[in-house]
Structures are given as structure tokens and as C-alpha cells.
């Protein structure tokens, strides 16, 4: 490490730490001490804790709850309804080192990806250039560091006492825009870095607790929404002051030495604590499982600036889970297919932080998550897939995308442990897919440049449970808070009028208890003058699965309407579309706009912006969730249940639930008991007579592989993850028993494949040191 | 540390279980005893003798045979699925929805996936037809082996005595 000492504005390196050390060598020192010892920092002990558990518990809790009331407070401050509404906001406490001591509730991805922040100055000897001093802010949201999309933009203040460094504290705030090439936060159009929007990384954008003009300036003139913008920044200065305030009192009140002992043996708890939880709740093995969700770009109505993302590609995310007597765990990715042209790629921080947002939800729903619950996890992600790429041209706008569809499947491998050992109430189909993104911008309806991005996703239906139903329009994976927002505000918002909002039928996934369904609005663009929409969901594929014999929720679709002759129909009285679009099959809206409308009703649940015109139509369908058990074990009265609270389209009572169903005059529908038992027996047998033997299967699909037989876009899936592992390879040719010879390259497809040979990574620019927490 | 009586954990196994323990049981401590516990109404509803050692599902477990002990995966009905270590879905009935109109028996066609772009495997008993798990995957995948479990490091765990064949 070169040492510099004393450059102009900079801080002399080791001049920050009473020990004299610089940030780098104090944080390495913890890196060792844990590797020799297996304990966070060597403790073997927990000194503070054991001694005086009291003041242990007592610095926990004034810091906890301070973190959680700062957000609270300072959220207030936002007018972003993304922010205000929806919560979209976390701040996070970090010891020295950039190891997260204590978290507020929120967006809780982000208590790694502003450690990885913080991690990154400290390798990258910022200490030294720009310097790290009291009053200092540092603003972070590149993707590169660890940042999941760059709309989640984090302010960092270092905490200073008597001179010395003694912390870290993030706030973050999910923004409406980032001035990317598409509008809204979580856009796509773009394909590479170089259209994502503005990335900061962790620059100085204040000194002496003052943001500096320079950066004011530049950053507002960067973004469609600025107003947003510079709200939501106070939001976060304001409550990362609160909190480093509560941190100078603590120290007031409880010394330097107690707070700093704590800020260490907090994380070793934490890993204590996870390890614990594995060894209370899990069963320990070998849990293999798999995700997908589809990149449909080949479409007409996907827009993008470069010929060789006009591909359609599949997402893959094989898991393999190892519970290992000692109660630590790995999850290695093996076999994930290749980052790509697209804003879905996502970084291994990210990646692994999203984790703990899902883990809190029931491995350790706990408020005590901190880093040590890093330290007791093994993460392997191979360098060069979707999750790790090898190349810095790589575009995250939407990394959700991805991430949520490959974290559905874990939840199918934790399940299966809290199944196995009882603990019903714990399980977990999977989450839906939490979308879709209704996205856009223009001129809205105050004549101003605006960019929107609903976050209705935020309740989507959630997994079934292994003794109840999901909950329905309830929650996202991302965010454990879970709120749809009040329709007002969304029309204040966006100019949008709402024509109906419903829960949208058949949604869940079947099951012997069903996914939660999600739910449906219809929109009426009013009062713009130049407004743009798109889609962004899963429409081709589903990203869930359901879990012991439950069903996928419903996949995507999209409508659109335009030409619809609205406003006349309006002023003459006539019918108008509602919320509900009860069979998409069956259209009924069309009923109710001009026959000559263009009307886009299909599985393209991708698109770019397209021209929307006021009285134009846009109906945002947000996801259910998966089921639990075989359909045949549900009980008959939840059945009719469902088709009485309009959940349950009768068609597939009767198809999937095997039940005689019938309708009274009043309209309600009523389960015949003893026909019903009848016809699930029958149903048995049917299933029976129309199924072959596995292996009888195999062969014939051998056959089909034998001839390359598939869509071009699993074949690209296919040979994509095949070129990054010959593992995976491997294993798939021996479970096929396909000829040693045999191979398929992504090159006999006949599609482009930018990226695949030739790619340059982050790590080979000059003077540029990544931090890496994974195994690759 | 909560625990629970028999009677609460057959309503969980029953999903009859009143909301204020069901939130208890989610919100305290684990209780280890809850293994045995479910074991125990598991073993009641089943008519075989062999003794339950995993639940894999409603309907599927890892038994010890009463005949000679040998560990294998079973259904409810008593269809024998073969040795626990081997992935049971390969002794499986299958049912693949791999084209619009299988799909459109359980989806509206624009609510189901595109058979192109992914599959629906339904594995199946073939003595009962109780479906015990649904595959979503992209053709030509390979059968997914769910779990593998290390019996003896889980009995180790629950301080109990390991069955012999594990
Ligand atoms: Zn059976």
C-alpha cells in the first residue's frame, strides 16, 4: 500500500485512528484476526457483553431505536412519495472498519451495499485523497461498488470523537429518476453503464456539514425530477446528522471504550446469532434449486440503441445450499448464465445483501442484523455471470429483475428445512415476482419535467404458507413494509387518473393453500403533454414455482390501449373500462373504448416508452404468489370462498381445484361436498392415466436434446451458463447421459454475443482496488 | 421459551390452529420439541408401520422400514419411492404442460407461461396421484434432486440417537 502523507485538503494517513493505523491496515488486521480465529476480530469473548450485559444491552437498544425514530423523522422531510409513502429509505450505523453494527427498518438491502461504500474508501485510501474529515459528506450509488441500482443514492458522514474516527453512518433513498436513458428509477432502454443514469462514486459532496455548490448544481441538472432530488437529500443528511448526534451522546454517556468494544462484538453476536438460528431452525444437507425469468428483447416495442442486445435471453440462477454441521452455510451459484445487455445485471454485493433483506423474514427476524450474519456465510459467485460480471460497461437500473426472481427459489430450499422440522408456520412458497414497474415521463400535468415509477409493486401477493393461504396486495420481497400507497397520492404524482383498482383474479399460485393474490389498477393518462409509459415485468416465464405440489402464481401480461375515444365517451356518458379485467381471455374493457382503438394485449410484459396520449389506457397488474400442497387438498368451503370473493376465475375450480360447483340466483357460488369428493378421486385417476414414468420421459426429452431441439433463447441460456461452467456442463450431460462429444456454443445460434469472448472488468483501470467479500 | 401441546401442533398440521399461538409460534424462540411433536401426529395419520424420519411434503417422507430398516422416501398411501439418497422424483409419474393448450388448463393463456421460453413438470404418486411437486423450469432441464439431507449431523443436532441405515 503506498503511503501518503499530508496532501493538500486530505487527512494524514493514520492520523484518523488513535492506534495510528491507517484505515486499510485496521480493517485488514480485523480480516485476518477473523479468518485465523473464526470469530468477527478474534472474539473468542464477548467482554462487554459478559461483563456488563446491561450496558450491552442498553448501547443496543438507544442505537436501534435512534436509527429507527431518525428514519422516521426524516422521511418526513421527502416529497417523493416513493420515499414518503413507501417507505424507501433505511440508515444504517457502521463501526470503523465499514462492518455494519445496527440497521433501521426499511430497505435493509442497503446495510451492505453502503458498507461496501464505506469499504471501498478505505481500500481505495481516501483517507489520504480526498481526505476523511468531521463534517464531510460522501455520496455513493455506483453499481460498481456494490450499489444495487443507481437510484438508490446513499449519503455517508463519518463520526468523529476527540479527533479520532470512531464510525461511519448511511442513509439511502430510492429516487424517482437518475437521468437515465429511459425515465423513471428502474428504466430499461439503456443497455450498457453509459445511459443508467448518473453514478457517483463516493465522492466528497460536502464539507463542514454543508453540501458543496458544485455538487448541488451538477446533480439537479443530472435528473429529470430535481425537486425529488434534492428533498430526498436533505432527508438523508438530516437523518444521518440525527444519528451520528445519538452517537456522540451514547459516548457521552457511555465512554469511548464501552462503545467501541460494542461496535466490535455486536457483529460476532450477530454471527452468533445467525449460526444459531441455522442451527435452531434449519436441518443440515445439500438443497439444490433453480430460478429463470425471461429478457424478451428480440420484440418490436423493446427499443434499445445497440443491434446486439435485440436478442430474447433467460435468466439462470442455480442454487446449491450447504448446511454444514458446524451450522455456517454456503450458497454457491454455479451455473448462472452471463451477464448481459440489459439494466438487470446485478453485483455481488447486492446479490448478497438482498439476502439478509429475505433472512430477516424468517431465518433471523430479528433486529439485531449486522454484519456478523455476513461472517457465517460462505457466498460463491462465479466471476462473469449476470451476478458477478467481468466487464465495467454493465448496466443495473433494474437489477431487481433478477434478484428477486433468482431469491424466489431460495425460499423453496429454507422451507423445506423448517417443513421437515415442524415449524409450519415458517414456510414459505417463494415471493412473487414483485412487478410490474409502470414507468415513464414528460411533461406531467403541472406543465413540469417529471418521470415517474408507481410503487404499487411494493404489495404483491405473497407465498403460501404450509398451513395458510398467502396474503393477499400485501407485500414485496425487497421491502418487508409493504404498502400499495393511496391512490391521491399516486394521482398527485403521476399524471394518471385511476379507472379502477381490484385484486386481480387468479393471481396465486393453486395449491392446498394458495399464493396470495396481487392486484390490478387501471390507468387513464389526464393532463399530461408529452408522456411516454413502459412495461417491466415477468411475462414469458414465471420466476416462482410454488413448493410440494402448489402451482406458480399467474405469469405477466400487458394492455395498453390507445385511440380509445375516452373523453368523448366521457362527456357523451357512456360505459366506461373499470378496474376489473377479470379473464384477460375474455376481453372486457374493449368493450368499452372505441372499436377502433389499438389495443396491445399479449405476454410482451418488456417494452420501452411508447407515446401515450391523455385518455390513452394503461393497466398496471401487479403479481401474486405462489401456492403450497396439491390443489386436491384444499378444503372445499376455501374453494368456494375463493369464487365468492372473486379470486378464483370457475373455470379453474373446477379444472385445477376438482371441485362440482354450482350458482344461485343471488349469484353465490356454493361446492357440491359429496360430487366433489367424487370428482377429485376421478381427478386421481385421470392424473394417473395421462402421466408417463419419469424415465420414459427422459428419454424422449434426450431425444429432443439430442436434436437441439429448443427455442433459441434456451439454447443461448443453455450455452451461456455451459461457457462459465464446465460443472455445470458436466452435470447436465451426465444427467442426460449425452455423448462425451457433445456440446452446445452460443456461437452456432446465430445471434450476436457481444461480451461473451471480449469484456474488460472494473479492476483493470488504473489506481482502482474492488472490494471483494465473495468467492468468485 | 415457548412450548406447545400435542393438541396445538395437530391444529397447526390441520391448519386449524388459532391465530394467537400461530403468531406466538412466529414471533418466540424456537421450540426444539417440535420435531418430535409433528412426527408424532404424522406417524397417526398414516397407516404403514415403517417410523417417520423426514417429512419431504404433506405426503412424502423419509421412513425407516419396519422391515429391515432401510431408509427410503414413501408416500402417504404407502408407495415406496426407493432409497432416501436417491432423488424420488426419477420413480415418479410425470406430467409435462409443454404446449398452450396443457398450459391453458391451468391458466388463462395470457396468465400462463410461454411453453417456448418454460415448462410446467408435474411429479406425481403413481399408486394415489397426489401431485407432490410442480417443476417450472426451461426445457431440456435436468431434474432438480430438491434436498439432500445429513441425518446423521441432524439427529446429532436434536441430541437424538440416529436411525441405524443413516
Ligand atoms: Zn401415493
Known sequence: MTIMNNIADGSAVGSLLQSGLSLNDHRNLILQRTQESGYYNGLENLELKESDPIAYERIFSKLRAGLVSSREVAKKIAASPIVEQEGELCFTLYNVAGDCIATSTGIIIHVGTMGAAIKYMIQNNWEANPGINPGDMFTNNDCQI?????????????????????????????????????PGSMSNG????????????????????????????????????????ILDEKTRIAGCHM????????????????????????????????????????????????????????????????????????????????????ATWR??????????????NANPVAFTSGIWVMMTQSLVPTERINDGARYATEFRLPKGTWTNPDDRRTAHADAWHFLVSSWSSLWRAVSRSYFGRGYLEEVNAGNSNPCNWLQGGGINQEGEIHAVNSFETAACGTGACAVKDGLNHAAAIWNPEGDMGDIEIWELAEPLLYMGRTVKTNSGGYGK?????????????????????????????????GLMGGYPSATGYRFEAHDTDLLERIKEGMSLPQGKDLNPDMPEFEKHISPDARVKRDKQCITTEAIFENGDLYLNYLRGGPGFGDPLDRELEAVAEDLNQNYLLPE???????????????????VDEQASIERRLQKRRERIASAVPVHQWMEQERERILDLNASTQVKQMFASSF???????DEFKSFWDLPEEWELLEESLGIPMFGAKHHMDLSELPDVHPVIMTEQ | MATYTKKQVTDLVHGELDWDSLHRMLSMPKDKERYGQFIEVLQEQVSWKDRIILPLGPHLFIVESAKDQALVTKCTCGHDFGDYRQNWKLNALIHVRDSEEKMSEVYPKLMAPHTEWQVYREYLCPTCGTLHDVEAPTPWYPVIHDFQPDLKTFFDWMEMPAPARA
Not at chain 1, 474516527?165 to 430510492?174: E, N, P, S, Y
Not at chain 1, 465522492?203 to 448544481?217: E, F, I, S, Y
Not at chain 1, 451459484?333 to 440489459?342: A, L, M, T, Y
Not at chain 1, 396481487?518 to 411516454?532: C, K
Open chain 1, 331 to 344: 450458497l454457491d451459484f454455479e451455473g448462472c448464465s452471463r451477464w448481459g445487455w440489459h439494466t438487470y
Open chain 1, 243 to 326: 444519528i451520528r448526534d445519538l452517537v456522540e451522546e451514547t459516548i457521552r454517556e457511555e465512554g469511548i471504550e464501552a462503545y467501541e468494544q460494542f461496535a466490535m462484538e455486536v457483529i460476532e453476536d450477530g454471527r452468533r446469532g445467525l449460526t444459531s438460528r441455522i442451527k435452531s431452525m434449519t436441518i443440515p444437507g445439500t438443497y439444490k434449486t433453480v430460478a429463470f425469468v425471461d429478457v424478451p428483447y428480440a420484440h418490436e416495442d423493446v427499443a434499445v440503441p445497440s443491434p446486439f442486445a435485440k436478442v430474447d435471453t433467460i435468466m439462470h440462477a442455480p442454487c446449491e445450499i450447504t448446511v454444514k454441521p458446524s
Open chain 1, 723 to 729: 461457457a462459465l461452467s464446465s460443472k455445470f456442463l
Open chain 1, 652 to 670: 379453474y375450480a373446477e379444472k385445477v381445484y376438482a371441485v362440482v360447483i354450482s350458482r344461485d340466483e343471488d349469484g353465490v357460488w356454493h
Open chain 1, 146 to 182: 456494490g450499489n444495487v441500482h443507481p437510484c438508490d443514492i446513499a449519503t455517508i458522514v463519518p463520526i468523529f470523537h476527540d479527533g479520532n474516527l470512531v464510525g461511519w453512518v448511511g442513509g439511502v433513498t430510492h429516487v424517482i429518476d437518475v437521468g437515465a436513458v429511459g
Open chain 1, 190 to 229: 439503456q443497455i450498457q453503464r453509459f445511459g443508467d443514469g448518473v453514478q457517483i462514486t463516493c465522492r466528497k459532496t460536502g464539507v463542514n456539514d454543508t453540501p458543496l455548490r458544485d455538487w448541488l448544481h451538477e446533480s439537479q441538472r443530472n435528473v429529470r425530477t430535481p425537486k425529488y432530488w
Open chain 1, 513 to 545: 393453500y394458495r399464493g396470495g393474490l396481487g392486484f390490478e389498477t387501471l390507468r387513464m393518462v389526464w393532463g399530461s403533454a408529452d408522456w411516454t409509459m413502459f412495461f417491466m415485468g415477468n411475462g414469458y416465464m414465471n420466476s416462482d414455482w
